[in-house]
């Protein structure tokens, strides 16, 4: 199985690793992540003025360039996944923003919604499925008990995003299952980590931070998994409370014996 | 040919607004057969109805067209209207430009010409149409109420009080419903079983009243005053005749470990149980998944210490079938369980609890003897957090649509409550409106806020996790644009209500409506709240909608009124308008009677004249008292034997011929 593979721009710079032991594992299961040409960056978070075309654009243009080729667009990063298929959702649902759209794209490249966008635990869970996945791991990680943490963007607007049960996901879980670990629930597994407010009032950041690190400690947690640098980083940067925060990539990687294969 | 007369209604401005009433009389004057056409603003009006009579004895009419509203609001006022007059009245056609047309267009253009088309298949329809007459059927008198809460208790009563037999079928081995679980009933605080055990002490010893505990309806057939209904009684284990409710084998049944339903799971019951004390009829059950004797043929401990020899472990399920006259469902409501609702903590934290499982750790007669004790720890709770709206008035798909109507006011009564009994307890209520419509409700309220302090933040909460024993709640406070956070002891939910699982199935029997929530559809929103759509079918309680006691009782007298004056009749008049078969078409093939929902087609073999030959044939024939006119059959027939009276195909197809001139 082949995708279109859309990166975005921190995957290539501060969070190479989630995006490099992404691919190995891919390949690792027989899936292959084309990345797509000239992407663009996604504009880091969905603008929520309805009337902002231009920052949807860049997202356009990837799914545009999928579409030609015949393939689903593959994601990674929790913020580029809420950015493009919601735009991809606007422009399935929404006339007017279609029309808006199509008409800044210019004739070669119109695009009216055919792309399927996938994220990453998607295809794990969708297309290898977590049974094949757990066949596939060579270095199951025993006795570690891993935090899912999913934030935000990767499950929210439920009914856009259709990954999972918003209040109560399961597939970031089912993966830790899958490789041989035990998942803790924890309380404030899908609530927000303050995102950009680090930039803007770092106390609202390190307040959201403390208490998503401390809840998952609570429960026991020897680590935290997550798709998303933002969440990543403040996590790591603001909350007081120390606990590793891994890319969930990485602990694949691991299991499926190829994190040190260069 | 037939002499016709056409009256346009304006209906106010409801027909007219959108409609040139002028002009589709005008029009339709023309129309083949119509020698008199006039509009008026309330056709239905006693001067209305007055000029319809005048125009059929002025214009010598034998056919009349109304153009007005659904002919299932005011079709039988107008057949009234022309029988009045001397006009049989299946000669009446209703042309239906309200619903059908002004209340569904804009422009007036349009909607006028829609108007004067759907006038004129009217008329194409009474050039076709012949007298009928209605035959008569007899009224069984006996009613049966499906569900024994406190709706279906009540109209039993009052149809007992009228003289009438009455029987209630009810599915758990006692009645009362709900309302036995509860502790105080709002707005004067007297406690729900101090006014419920009578009725149902009542409900039991009443002569004309018969009660049919851990009972279900099997089937129903018939039609209006002539239902048979087949009712299944689950086998008890315990014979009921019997057993005199001593409660001896409930105490020394060993297998002790099953939930106790009727204090929502917080304590357990034995195998063998009596659901609480005053239980109607007081007799035992036993539970054949619970009892050690019945899974494993060792124990029998019930059998052996039953004085009356009434444990009876062979039982088999029963089939009974009688008549009844009118049906009447009280099917009732249950909460629901907020597993959906994970950021509550519903599935994760004990203490976290809805408001029924409230109301028990509430009561006297509770798990705890009526002493509030946070189920995780059994101690008392200092800070209590009661959430609104949990599932109801949503748009998300684990939400309900509706407001649920009872929760607002049954919060400030646990408000009030816990205030009364333990003033210290801090309570705090997050709602999104406070609806308290009803009297002397909002004074109630009032006083919880006013005389008993009891915080209400306008917003709602968006988790609840607990850390280290203390339920942490996060929520917001609309009026004061900030997010809060508070520690609580307990969280109670007031999750949605919605109609019993048992109603879907129900309503297929009984051919009766429902709406997209499940809950019975009356025959008028305002005018017929307490009858269904179909005929003979009444509704009680919150089978059609959210209600709190006072408005079920009110509904369930209401209710019985309607039962009495069915039973109060000798006979029905039968709806003319059934299906008949063409013997000379029918070939006997059964295809009609297969689809026939109400049983009303036999077969008999019939000496036959066609085309000169004397043959011997099967026939279908109608049982005219059975059908209901659905005209199931009349498509459904290859040979095109079966017809419809009053909607004859060729009536149809002149319909649609006018339509489509």
């Given at each position: 199985m082949k995708y279109s593979y859309y990166p975005g721009c921190t995957l290539k710079t501060k969070a190479k690793e989630l995006n490099n032991y992404a691919i190995r594992s891919a390949a690792a299961l027989g899936i292959e992540m084309e990345e797509v040409e000239n992407w663009q960056c996604c504009g880091g978070v969905y603008t929520?003025?309805?009337?902002?075309?231009a920052t949807k654009l860049s997202s356009v243009r990837a799914l545009a360039q999928a579409r030609d080729k015949g393939q689903d667009l593959l994601t990674l990063c929790s913020a580029c996944h809420n950015v493009i298929k919601r735009t991809n959702n606007e422009i399935l649902n929404n006339e007017d923003f279609s029309m808006k759209v199509n008409n800044y794209m210019g004739s070669d490249m119109q695009y009216h919604g055919e792309t399927k966008v996938v994220h990453y635990l998607e295809m794990l869970r969708d297309v290898v499925g977590f049974d094949t996945l757990k066949s596939k791991v060579v270095n199951p990680l025993k006795n570690k008990k891993i935090a899912a943490y999913y934030g935000c963007?990767?499950?929210?607007?439920g009914e856009v995003m259709?990954?999972?049960?918003?209040?109560n996901p399961q597939i970031m879980e089912d993966f830790i299952k899958a490789i041989g670990a035990t998942p803790v629930i924890f309380a404030?597994?899908?609530?927000?980590?303050g995102g950009y407010q680090t930039l803007n009032d770092k106390s609202i950041a390190q307040s959201r931070s403390e208490k998503v690190v401390s809840s998952a400690v609570k429960q026991g947690a020897d680590c935290i998994i997550t798709a998303c640098p933002l969440c990543r980083y403040n996590l790591e940067a603001n909350a007081v409370t120390e606990l590793p925060v891994i890319y969930f990539t990485e602990l694949l990687a691991q299991a499926l014996g190829v994190k040190e294969v260069q | 040919m037939q002499r016709i007369g056409v009256f346009v209604c304006w209906c106010g401005t409801n027909i007219a607004a959108t409609v040139d009433v002028a002009k589709v009389a005008e029009t339709l004057k023309?129309?083949?057969?119509?020698v008199f056409a006039t509009d008026y603003?309330?056709?239905?009006s006693a001067s209305g109805q007055e000029i319809i009579k005048n125009a059929i004895k002025e214009h010598n009419l034998t056919g009349v067209v109304i153009c007005s509203c659904?002919?299932?609001?005011?079709e039988a006022t107008f057949r009234k209207t022309v029988q009045a007059a001397?006009?049989?009245?299946?000669m009446l056609e209703i042309?239906?430009?309200?619903?059908?047309?002004s209340w569904i267009h804009k422009d007036k253009e349009e909607a006028t010409e829609k108007a004067i088309i759907l006038g004129r298949a009217a008329i194409a329809k009474v050039h076709l149409n012949a007298p009928l007459t209605s035959m008569e059927s007899p009224v069984v008198k006996r009613a049966l109420v499906i569900g024994g809460g406190i709706a279906g208790i009540q109209t039993a009563l009052d149809i007992a009080d009228a003289g009438f037999e009455v029987d209630i079928v009810e599915k758990?081995?006692?009645?009362?419903?709900?309302m036995a679980q509860l502790d105080k009933t709002f707005p004067?605080?007297?406690?729900a079983a101090c006014i419920l055990t009578p009725k149902m002490v009542d409900a039991g010893s009443n002569d004309k009243v018969n009660l049919y505990t851990?009972?279900?309806?099997?089937k129903v057939e018939g039609f209006v005053g002539n239902f048979k209904v087949t009712i299944k009684q689950k086998?008890?284990?315990?014979?009921a005749t019997k057993c005199?409710?001593?409660?001896e084998c409930t105490t020394k049944?060993?297998?002790?470990?099953?939930?106790n339903e009727f204090n929502m799971g917080f304590d357990n019951r034995g195998?063998?149980?009596?659901?609480?004390?005053?239980?109607?009829?007081k007799v035992a059950t036993i539970d054949p998944d619970d009892c050690i004797y019945m899974k494993?043929?060792?124990?029998?401990l019930c059998a052996k210490v039953c004085t009356a020899g009434a444990?009876?472990?062979?039982q088999k399920e029963e089939f009974i079938t009688k008549e009844y006259g009118a049906i009447v469902v009280a099917t009732g409501y249950n909460q629901i369980?907020?597993?959906?609702?994970?950021e509550y903590g519903y599935n994760n934290?004990?203490?976290?609890?809805?408001s029924l499982e409230f109301e028990r750790l509430m009561n006297a007669a509770g798990p705890t003897g009526g002493h509030l004790?946070?189920?995780?720890?059994g101690k008392e709770p200092k800070k209590i957090v009661f959430v609104q709206c949990v599932g109801s008035?949503?748009?998300?798909?684990?939400?309900?649509?509706?407001?649920?109507?009872?929760c607002c006011m049954y919060t400030a009564k646990h408000a009030m409550l816990v205030k009364d009994h333990y003033p210290d307890v801090d309570v705090t209520v997050f709602y999104i409106d406070v609806r308290t419509p009803g009297k002397n409700f909002d004074e109630f309220y009032r006083r919880a806020v006013e005389e008993f302090g009891v915080h209400y933040i306008k917003g709602m909460v968006g988790k609840v996790e607990e850390e280290d024993g203390v339920l942490k709640v996060q929520a917001s406070d609309l009026l004061a644009n900030a997010q809060i956070h508070m520690d609580a002891d307990m969280v109670v939910l007031a999750a949605a209500i919605e109609p019993d699982k048992s109603a879907r199935p129900l309503a297929t029997m009984l051919t009766a409506s429902m709406d997209t929530n499940d809950f019975f559809t009356e025959a008028?929103?305002?005018?017929?709240?307490?009858?269904?759509?179909?005929?003979?079918i009444f509704l009680s309680g919150t089978c059609q909608g959210p209600k709190d006691i006072p408005e079920t009782v009110s509904q369930a007298s209401a209710c019985a009124a309607k039962v009495i004056g069915l039973l109060a009749k000798d006979h029905l008049l039968c709806n003319p308008c059934v299906a008949h078969s063409n013997e000379t078409l029918?070939?006997?093939?059964s295809t009609c009677a297969n689809v026939c929902p109400y049983g009303a087609i036999t077969y008999e073999d019939r000496l036959v004249m066609d085309k000169g030959v004397r043959e011997t044939r099967r026939i279908a024939v109608v049982n005219e008292a059975v059908c209901?006119?659905?005209?199931a059959c009349t498509v459904t027939c290859p040979s095109g034997a079966m017809d419809l009276k009053g909607f004859a195909n060729r009536q149809i197809m002149a319909e649609v011929d006018a339509i489509c001139r």
């Open positions: 929520a003025s309805t009337d902002e075309i963007l990767l499950l929210r607007p259709a990954m999972d049960d918003p209040e404030q597994r899908n609530e927000c980590c | 023309s129309e083949p057969g119509v603003q309330y056709m239905c659904s002919p299932r609001m005011h001397g006009i049989n009245p299946y042309a239906n430009i309200r619903e059908q047309c758990q081995p006692t009645i009362g419903g709900k004067t605080l007297d406690c851990y009972c279900e309806v099997d086998p008890r284990y315990v014979d005199t409710g001593c409660g049944c060993p297998s002790r470990k099953n939930p195998a063998v149980y009596i659901p609480f004390a005053q239980a109607v009829p494993t043929g060792k124990c029998g444990i009876n472990y062979e369980k907020p597993t959906e609702f994970e934290y004990k203490d976290v609890v809805t004790l946070r189920p995780s720890n008035r949503g748009q998300s798909c684990r939400d309900k649509s509706y407001c649920s109507k009872i008028h929103a305002k005018l017929r709240p307490v009858e269904s759509p179909t005929a003979g029918c070939n006997g093939c209901q006119g659905c005209g």
